[in-house]
């Protein structure tokens, strides 16, 4: 059974930092671009980053740039999303997916595969 799991969320204070891991079974990673995705409350899911299947290249939401890393590690059969300077505003409940193609061309309009998210709330 293919499956992605989330794990990683968790209660964090503005300014603070954590990884999301995105760990796959009952199929290979490597072949696959994988986005983060979130949802906040009353708000539509958007996409938050994406990665090709090899690593090479990946891209990354304006509202995120420049404070969220995403990386994989093909050997784990796992993908990350590191978070810093997180704000209030990235409280959301955060989904990975994997696509069956190896590029995140268009990563938004449609994945294959999702996981059941974790909650990640900033607050003081």
């Known amino acids: 059974q293919l499956q992605l799991v989330e794990s990683g969320g968790g209660l964090v204070q503005p300014g603070g930092s954590l990884r999301l891991s995105c760990a796959a079974s009952?199929?290979?990673?490597?072949?696959?671009?994988i986005g983060w995705f979130r949802q906040a409350p009353g708000k539509e899911r958007e996409g938050v980053s994406c990665i090709s299947s090899s690593g090479g290249s990946a891209n990354y939401a304006d509202s995120v740039k420049g404070r969220f890393t995403i990386s994989r590690d093909n050997t784990k059969n796992t993908v990350y999303l590191q978070m810093n300077s997180l704000k209030p505003e990235d409280t959301a409940v955060y989904y990975c997916a994997a696509r069956v193609l190896p590029h995140c061309s268009g990563y938004v309009y449609g994945m294959d595969y999702w996981g059941k998210g974790t909650l990640v709330t900033v607050s003081s």
């Open positions: 009952g199929f290979t990673l490597e072949y696959y671009a």
